[in-house]
Nanobody, 127 residues
Framework: QVQLAESGGGLVQAGGSLRLSCAAS????????MGWFRQAPGKEREFVAA????????YYGDFVKGRFTISADNPKNTMYLQMNSLKPEDTAVYHC????????????????????WGQGTQVTVSS
């Protein structure tokens, strides 16, 4: 089993920054990619960003527009999401997730292809 634990959420004013972390533990972590998704009240889960552990290729949701950066510390099995220029519409619970198989580019952005999920961390951006 794989356990994922997010941290780093909080309350920030519009224009501010937050850095989310996702630490993976459990059996040897050999997931091919780790992704970030978010879910606001009354809305569907939305793809934010993902990164392949091998090669480091990054993927971002259209709304990110250069504001967020995903990175990884492989020896620590930890992935980060640096969020800058935050907007009130970024308010949501942010989850990290990992699949148990290799995903295509299209699959990376679809939450149904992810097997393991963290409990989520709340991000609230005030106007």
């Amino acid at each position: 089993q794989v356990q994922l634990a997010e941290s780093g959420g909080g309350l920030v004013q519009a224009g501010g920054s937050l850095r989310l972390s996702c630490a993976a533990s459990g059996r040897k972590f050999s997931s091919y990619v780790m992704g970030w998704f978010r879910q606001a009240p009354g809305k569907e889960r939305e793809f934010v960003a993902a990164m392949r552990w091998t090669g480091g290729r990054q993927y971002y949701g259209d709304f990110v527009k250069g504001r967020f950066t995903i990175s990884a510390d492989n020896p620590k099995n930890t992935m980060y999401l640096q969020m800058n220029s935050l907007k009130p519409e970024d308010t949501a619970v942010y989850h990290c997730a990992a699949p148990n198989s290799w995903l295509t580019t299209a699959q990376i952005m679809d939450p149904k292809f992810y097997t393991y999920w963290g409990q989520g961390t709340q991000v609230t951006v005030s106007s």
